[in-house]
């Protein structure tokens, strides 16, 4: 396989480190009882797994290596279909356990030489920070609470279509909004360092809202850091044992003017409930 198709999976599966559950800060101690009421309502308006009685699951993971290498296939075939024969041998699992640690492990497969030994260990290794990424975000809205815990200190302020949380961690500058729905409409960061902003997409279910994608910008302020990344990641469920799971997750990420693509299925879930 050729290391300009791995660079391509180690890319785009590496970009998606940036995500909401490594920029969730903890808040302190705050007072106001309509303000609690408007953020207990808020807890309760999503759907929660584990509320729903989910203790663990594990899955498979498929990646489609072909929207990987869309791009090889039309300019390189006899390159495509080498790196194919490899990146099919590969095997992925997810596991989440009963306290939201994800893990994820591989078959390991033999390289022909140590240049492709090195291009898979960037596959294993991205493919676990892309996967690590996505749980991180996403299980503030799946496992546990995008919003502070009772009692913490923040500003809440009453806007056109929703309300307004504001509040400082450290040297960052935290503005998150939400709509009437009580639904995360945008997540901005401000840093010495970076400015970031998330905009989380959901589906609107009987048991609370449920999401199904976010957009992600990132900007570096200076040097070499001063680089614009967009991550778009699109979800969809399945249903197992009358819960709803990741089926398909569709990841693009863009850093400056080159743009990389990844789906991944998950098969095969194994669920352990109250």
Not at 78 to 97: C, D, I, N, P
Request: charged residues 20%; positive net charge.
């Amino acid at each position: 396989m050729k290391r300009r198709d791995e660079a391509r999976v180690s890319i785009a599966v590496l970009l998606s480190c940036l995500t909401l559950g490594a920029i969730l800060p903890s808040i302190g101690l705050g007072q106001g009882t309509n303000r609690e009421e408007i953020l207990n309502r808020a807890r309760r308006s999503y759907y929660n797994l584990r509320k729903e009685g989910l203790i663990a699951y594990e899955c498979q993971l498929i990646p489609d290596w072909e929207v990987v290498l869309a791009d090889e296939k039309k300019s390189d075939p006899s390159a495509y279909e080498r790196g194919m024969k490899v990146l099919q041998q590969l095997q992925f699992r997810v596991s989440l356990g009963s306290d939201d640690a994800v893990k994820i492990t591989h078959t390991e497969v033999a390289a022909d030489n140590d240049a492709q030994a090195k291009s898979l260990q960037r596959i294993y290794g991205g493919m676990e920070q892309m996967i690590n990424g996505i749980y991180a975000s996403t299980s503030p809205f799946l496992l546990t609470s995008v919003f502070p815990p009772e009692g913490s200190q923040y500003n809440l302020e009453v806007i056109g279509g929703g309300y307004r949380l504001k509040y400082k961690e450290g040297t960052a500058d935290i503005a998150t909004t939400m709509g009437r729905d009580y639904g995360v409409t945008e997540l901005k960061v401000s840093t010495p360092e970076f400015i970031s902003s998330i905009q989380p997409q959901y589906a609107k279910t009987p048991k609370g809202l449920l999401i199904s994608g976010y957009q992600a910008d990132y900007a570096g302020r200076s040097g070499a850091d001063q680089v614009q990344v967009r991550l778009g990641v699109q979800m969809s469920y399945q249903e197992v044992a009358g819960l709803q799971l990741f089926q398909r997750l569709n990841v693009i990420a863009t850093i400056g003017s080159s743009t990389n693509r990844v789906e991944v299925q998950f098969r095969g879930c194994q669920v352990k409930k109250n």
